[in-house]
């Protein structure tokens, strides 16, 4: 674990090894994150790559699902309606035709 500086802020990134690759994760802003909070996600990415999971893969589909849930909501309504109107209009679309 290390404090390095990009853009002029400090960020706290851990080294590591998947597939084959090195490579970072960062953690977070130094004075933000503390060294003990920091620790944290240290012993966290670890246990992940003791699964066999990348860490930084986890993190990005994270990031992409909460992006996806905040920019969604827009069509989260109408998409909603449709699927009902779906459902009820095709519960069983054979039913009324078979049984005279």
């Given amino acids: ?5 990009l853009n002029g802020s400090k960020y706290w990134r851990m080294k590591y090894r998947f597939g ?10 130094y004075p ?3 060294l003990a909070s920091a ?11 003791q699964e066999g ?10 990031k992409l699902k ?3 849930a905040s920019t969604n909501t827009f ?7 449709l699927r009902i109107g779906w459902l009820l ?6 039913g009324p035709r078979i049984i005279k």
């Fill in 32 to 34: 933000l994150i503390s």
């Fill in 20 to 29: 084959g690759k090195e490579k970072r994760l960062a953690l977070g802003v």
């Fill in 53 to 62: 999971n990348d860490p930084g893969e986890i993190k990005k589909q994270e």
């Fill in 75 to 81: 069509l989260q309504l109408p998409m909603s309606l």
């Fill in 39 to 49: 620790h944290e996600k240290v012993r966290l990415a670890k246990l992940e790559l």
């Fill in 89 to 94: 209009l095709n519960q069983n679309p054979l």
């Fill in 1 to 5: 674990m290390a404090i390095n500086k």
């Fill in 66 to 68: 909460k992006w996806i």
